[in-house]
């Protein structure tokens, strides 16, 4: 049985409860990050703190976390749980307080609660063979930029992508590719990679950021562009990024193979370079 982290304490996964009258519960109020772990060391740790800052302030909480004493409590988690690889899901909700559209801002304290999950994330089976994804419309609300709770309709497109044989769904807006469920969709043609440019209809990955260099370091060019399915379709390569996945080659989206349907040589040099430098700056 896993040990989990809930308020300042380490608890045994059923011992750990929280009201149901925390507003995560009750209308979505939380943020959440996840955070890598290879080797026992976390990748990307200080980037996903700052976009945590982020997703909190422009939610309005009252007041931001101690990174010191979230990486400590992640650090024991991974101690704790004897962690190799996998995950640290990071959870801050904006509290417990008696139901209420209206936020109240008296003596409500923040939620926080973090528990590991073991994954097998540098030797997955989807980089190896990659992924094939099938296209959805994008129904969420407008500020995917922030990452809160609210991910019903990415999951409800994955489940709906796993029925039809598909790995994951890529979600559509005015005729155009924004993102996957859970990761920033990309394409490659000739020496450029190209990606949608950072706003609100999209969540600025974590991994999506570092790989921008590691592209770079491999002499190709990235471009901030919207990009349509057929142009994904001609693509000479694709693929998503994210914290677990890294990354990993997109074969195939609807009934149209990208390239050769297979990973292509950019994408697998790509995952290389960013595993060699995420690895080298973990702590």
């Known amino acids: 049985m896993r040990e989990v982290y809930l308020n300042g304490q380490f608890l045994p996964e059923d011992q750990a409860k929280v009201s149901i009258f925390d507003r995560s519960l009750l209308f979505a109020d939380s943020v959440y990050e996840v955070t890598s772990i290879v080797e026992g060391k976390l990748i990307d740790f200080k980037n996903h703190m700052k976009r945590l800052d ?3 302030k422009e939610l309005g909480f009252e007041k931001s976390l101690n990174h010191d004493e979230i990486l400590n409590f992640h650090r024991q ?3 704790l ?10 959870q801050v909700t904006r509290g417990v307080f008696d139901r209420d559209f209206t936020i109240s801002k008296k003596n409500i304290s923040p939620t926080v609660f973090a528990f590991t999950q073991e994954k097998k994330i540098v030797e997955s089976e ?15 609300w407008k500020r995917c930029d922030i990452k809160t709770t609210q991910l019903l309709w990415p999951s409800l497109a994955k489940t709906e992508a796993f029925k039809k044989g598909f790995d994951d769904a890529w979600m559509m807006r005015e005729g155009y590719i924004m993102e996957g469920t859970s990761n920033n969709a990309w394409i490659v043609r000739s020496k450029n990679v190209f990606t949608r440019q950072s706003d609100q209809l999209i969540l600025s990955g974590i991994t999506r950021e570092a790989v921008l260099n590691c592209a770079k370091n491999l002499g190709y060019e990235v471009i901030f562009k919207n990009f349509t399915l057929p142009e994904v379709e001609s693509a000479t390569e694709a693929f998503i990024t994210s914290a677990t996945s890294f990354v990993t080659p997109v074969i195939q989206i609807n009934e149209k193979k990208i390239g050769e349907g297979e990973p292509g040589e950019f994408t697998k040099a790509l995952r290389a370079e960013y595993i060699k430098q995420a690895i080298k700056s973990s702590i």
């Open 54 to 56: 982020r997703s909190m």
């Open 77 to 79: 988690l991974i101690k």
């Open 81 to 90: 749980n004897n962690l190799n690889e996998g995950i640290v899901y990071l």
């Open 126 to 140: 989807s980089s190896k063979k990659g992924i094939k994804v099938m296209t959805v419309d994008d129904l969420r």
